[in-house]
């Protein structure tokens, strides 16, 4: 057996999968062939959803079915809503609410414990989770606010429904359109850290609630979805201070700190999605009349660039975007989780159709042949 050491699994290939491709050199994403640019601009989150779950777009009958069985799901029991409310009145972080209430979710999943060979029962749950997380997230958020949850409406989109559920009223178009496109973009991205989480928990034969239980306890890092929340909090740290963002930034590198929404394993060159999303970030900041968060961003992304030859990722231009919509930035995290829960399920559902358990090895460097003391003469 090959004893070389892959710190980090750097390039390591444990799937094969038809989901998601990304070309770091170029810096380009697909999801099943379709560019993620084409998909952001023409496809609704549900369309992707269908994409990534049954391996074609949607025709219009095949999408007003579909979405007629996610709407259906919205709603949660109130065994559920009291779980929320009780972490919200506990003051619980939103990543470590979502993760609490999911895996109840699957006490009362009507399909109970499944074969994982069962491709209906996986994708069955897969749409019940997928239709309850923005449910859960607005009525957590509502709770810590002291306000009563908003019942979900099965006349609006996805994107539009969990804006309204979280602000108790309807979004805009530009809102909804925005928000959807960044469901889109967040929804799958190869064999990322929370991805994984899921299979690796997928691949004992263990049932989908506990993968995407894993998997979101593994976004949460701030290495991974957890820096769409410090890229808000380090601008507005930024803000607080009297620098200039390059100065900012300078000083941060200079301390050995890590600026948030930069860098990344796989991209070599920016991230697809960075460009749009900060085309999203640029256009609220021009709506609003208050470009300083944008202009922030821009300041920093230019420095790193030159200084350190170091692009934006996804969290990069989310955080300015989600920001500039009035969402607040601990909820930034839950809502990445909220669209890749999309993915999380289609390579849960890859891998138990062609399942290996996953089990690597670490290199020992312990100690061997101790002679053992019992514990009275120690
Ligand atoms: C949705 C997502 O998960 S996207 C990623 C979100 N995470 C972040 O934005 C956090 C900041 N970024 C990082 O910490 C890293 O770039 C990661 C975790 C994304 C990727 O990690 P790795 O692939 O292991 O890269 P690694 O940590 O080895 O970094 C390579 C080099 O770039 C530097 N580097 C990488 N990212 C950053 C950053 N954000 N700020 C400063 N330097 C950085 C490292 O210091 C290292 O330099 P060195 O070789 O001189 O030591
Ligand atoms: O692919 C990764 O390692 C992280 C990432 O960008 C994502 O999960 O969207």
Do not use: C
């Amino acid at each position: 057996m090959a004893d070389d050491l892959k710190k980090g699994l750097e390039g390591v290939l444990v799937a094969e999968s038809s989901l998601s491709h990304i070309d770091g050199d170029e810096g380009t994403l697909i999801y099943r062939g379709y560019a993620i640019e084409d998909l952001a601009r023409e496809a609704s989150y549900e369309e992707v959803l269908y994409l990534l779950w049954y391996g074609e777009l949607p025709t219009h009958d095949e999408l007003d079915s579909f979405t007629e069985r996610m709407v259906a799901e919205r709603a949660v029991d109130e065994d559920v809503l009291a779980t929320a409310e009780a972490l919200a009145t506990a003051d619980a972080e939103p990543m470590a609410a979502l993760r609490t209430v999911v895996s109840q979710l699957s006490v009362t999943d009507p399909d109970g414990e499944t074969d994982p060979e069962d491709r209906e029962a996986t994708l069955a749950k897969s749409r019940r989770l997928t239709a309850k997380i923005p449910t859960i997230i607005a009525a957590f958020d509502r709770y810590r606010d002291d306000d009563e949850p908003v019942e979900p409406r099965e006349d609006l989109s996805h994107a539009a429904n969990f804006l309204y559920m979280l602000n108790g009223e309807e979004p805009d178009e530009i809102a909804e359109e925005t928000f959807d496109a960044a469901l889109v973009l967040h929804a799958d991205h190869g064999l990322n850290a929370s991805t994984f989480s899921a299979m690796v928990t997928a691949s004992t034969l263990s049932d989908v609630h506990s993968a995407v239980t894993s998997a979101i306890g593994t976004l949460k890092g701030g290495l991974h979805g957890g820096a769409n929340q410090n890229v808000m909090e380090m601008l507005k740290e930024v803000d607080d201070s009297d620098k200039d963002p390059v100065k900012w930034a300078r000083d941060a590198l200079d301390s050995g700190r890590r600026v948030a929404g930069f860098g990344h394993r796989v991209y070599e060159v920016k991230d697809p999605r960075a460009y749009i999303l900060g085309e999203f970030s640029e256009s609220l900041a021009e709506e609003a009349g208050e470009m300083k968060w944008y202009d922030y961003s821009v300041a920093i992304e230019e420095f790193m660039s030159e200084e350190k030859g170091i692009a934006p990722n996804v969290d990069f231009y989310s955080a300015t975007t989600y920001y500039q919509m009035g969402i607040p930035i601990d909820l930034f995290t839950p809502i990445f989780a909220l669209s890749r829960v999309g993915g999380w399920t289609a390579h849960v559902t890859e891998q138990y159709e062609d399942n290996r358990i996953m089990r690597p090895r670490a290199r020992y460097v312990g100690d061997k042949n101790q002679e053992f003391v019992p514990i009275d003469e120690r």
